[in-house]
């Protein structure tokens, strides 16, 4: 297993975060979780997962080759020495990779619809209750 620097695992971190708003990455949910994504491309497979199934800390990235064996070293939240802007990083693209994958602003659009109304805009720093 290789280890990656702090500057890489956050590069990778930013630029996966990159790939999924440029919609250039599709994840996809494993099967029956709302909390575990993964994304295969060419050479690697990426795992996101919330542990707890709670959209909240601790969150992990795991990257895999193609034996399915883990290539690189984890990305854990848990781990004390990570720095806290790893931690907001990993969380931030944990969360837009779920609002992507599941189509959560579609799904809003629709409920309102519905009933015959317009979707309140949404605060982007405000977080749905848990």
Not at 114 to 121: D, K, V
């Amino acid at each position: 297993m290789q280890a990656l620097t702090t500057n890489q695992r956050l590069a990778l971190i930013n630029r996966l975060h990159q790939l999924v708003k440029d919609k250039k990455i599709i994840w996809d949910p494993e099967e029956d979780s709302d909390y575990e994504f993964f994304a295969t491309l060419e050479k690697f497979t990426y795992t996101l997962t919330c542990r707890d199934k709670d959209d909240s800390y601790p969150f992990s990235l795991e990257v895999y080759g193609r034996e399915a064996q883990r290539t690189f070293d984890l990305i854990n939240t848990e781990d004390e020495s990570l720095p806290e802007l790893m931690r907001t990083e990993l969380r931030d693209l944990y969360m837009t990779v779920k609002k992507v994958t599941l189509a959560y602003e579609n799904l809003t659009q629709q409920l309102f619809s519905e009933l015959g109304l317009e979707a309140p805009p949404r605060v982007e720093d405000e977080k749905p209750p848990l």
